[in-house]
Every structure is written in structure tokens, then in C-alpha cells.
Antibody
Framework: QLQLQESGPGLVKPSETLSLTCTVSGGSISSSSYYWGWIRQPPGKGLEWIGSIYFSGSTYYNPSLKSRVTMSVDTSQNQFSLKLNSVTAADTGVYYC?????????WGQGTLVTVSS | EIVLTQSPGTLSLSPGERATLSCRASQSVSSNYLAWYQQKAGQAPRLLIYGASSRATGIPDRFSGSGSGTDFTLTISRLEPEDFAVYYCQQYGTSPLTFGGGTKVEIK
């Protein structure tokens, strides 16, 4: 059974960089059939797609966040990562990593990131 | 970007009743790449429907999806107690991927 697990700091100061890693187990991140993505959800609000990455390193980002987002993949560790710089309180929320195929079929449990000094 | 508008915002129904949720896109969804998700409080979303009408693995057949182009519907034929949750539609045919604002299905 495929599992995804987010890890990273739960508290980030304003103007700093949010960094999260997603570890994939029970399957290979190098499969040619899937993209791997990040999705976030502010408290009490809806879902927002941040971006996605292919095992080759090809990326595509939400234009609303593109100037602040970098995603990378480490196939040797079966992990992919998210960096979001210059964060503000508006970036507070639950961050999910997920597998994208026909729809987003596997999700991590999510990790709450709070931006506060 | 494709804007998805879900209606109604809240649906108040009783167990056993039929639920009909709507998702309207601001432009045609490429290849009908439209998915539906269920989310319960404190949990990650769960994929219910992909490709507008295909049920994901393990999803009960009381959930069905229909529609094409710009108008899509999720139907729950008979609500079970565990179906009361928030439902989101998502289009994944055109970047950026976008979600609707959600429909909350609550117990009447």
C-alpha cells in the first residue's frame, strides 16, 4: 500500500522559507505514470494546488505562487520536497503531499505549518 | 485559470436521502478530467470520482459522477451516516489545477 508522509517545521517566521519533504513508501517515486504534488489548505478554507514534479525533475507550478516556489525530487531517497520563500501569515495552513494520476489518488496525512514570529 | 463553482454551499439532508452536488467550470474541462473528493474534519481528502464518472478504487457504488464540458454532478444515491462531509471538485486537465470551493453535506 502506497503511503506518503510529510515532514518539516511546524512553525516558520514571516519572511523566511518554508521547507517540507514528502517521503514515499510502498512504491517508487520513479514510476513514469505519476506526478507528485503539493496541495495546501488554510484553516477552515478550501484546497489550493501549489505545484507538481515528475521523477525526472520536470515541474509545473501554480502561477499565483510560482515566484516563491521551488520543488525538487530525490529518487535515491524516494522523496520530493517543497520550498516556499518569503512566507507571510497567509501561507499558514495544512500542507499535503500527494500522488497525481487520474485525479489525486494518494495523499499524505498533512502537516500544519504556522507562519508566526 | 479554470474557475470551478460548486453549489449549493451547504446541503442539509437526512440519512437515506439522495444528494446532488453541482460543479460548474468557467471553461470546458479538457478531456473531462474532473475529479470529486470527500473530506472529513481533520483528514486528507479522499478521491471518489475521476474522469468525471469513473469511481476510484474501493468507492461504494452509491457514489456516481456525471457531466461533461462545463457542467458536472456528483450524486450520492442514498446517504449513509459516514457520507456527511465536505465535497470538492477538481479539474486536472489544464494547469493550474484548480478546486471548487466545496459543498458541505450536513445532517438535517
Amino acid at each position: 500500500q502506497l503511503q506518503l508522509q510529510e515532514s518539516g517545521p511546524g512553525l516558520v517566521k514571516p519572511s523566511e522559507t518554508l521547507s517540507l519533504t514528502c517521503t514515499v513508501s510502498g512504491g517508487s517515486i520513479s514510476s513514469s505514470s505519476y506526478y507528485w504534488g503539493w496541495i495546501r489548505q488554510p484553516p477552515g478554507k478550501g484546497l489550493e494546488w501549489i505545484g507538481s514534479i515528475y521523477f525526472s525533475g520536470s515541474t509545473y507550478y501554480n502561477p499565483s505562487l510560482k515566484s516563491r516556489v521551488t520543488m525538487s525530487v530525490d529518487t535515491s531517497q524516494n522523496q520530493f520536497s517543497l520550498k516556499l520563500n518569503s512566507v507571510t501569515a497567509a501561507d499558514t495552513g495544512v500542507y499535503y503531499c500527494a500522488r497525481q494520476a487520474a485525479g489525486t489518488d494518494y495523499w499524505g496525512q498533512g502537516t500544519l505549518v504556522t507562519v508566526s514570529s | 485559470e479554470i474557475v470551478l463553482t460548486q453549489s449549493p454551499g451547504t446541503l442539509s439532508l437526512s440519512p437515506g436521502e439522495r444528494a446532488t452536488l453541482s460543479c460548474r467550470a468557467s471553461q470546458s474541462v479538457s478531456s473531462n478530467y474532473l475529479a470529486w473528493y470527500q473530506q472529513k474534519a481533520g483528514q486528507a481528502p479522499r478521491l471518489l470520482i475521476y474522469g468525471a464518472s469513473s469511481r476510484a478504487t474501493g468507492i461504494p457504488d452509491r457514489f456516481s459522477g456525471s457531466g461533461s464540458g462545463t457542467d458536472f454532478t456528483l450524486t450520492i444515491s442514498r446517504l449513509e451516516p459516514e457520507d456527511f462531509a465536505v465535497y470538492y471538485c477538481q479539474q486536472y486537465g489544464t494547469s493550474p489545477l484548480t478546486f471548487g470551493g466545496g459543498t458541505k453535506v450536513e445532517i438535517k
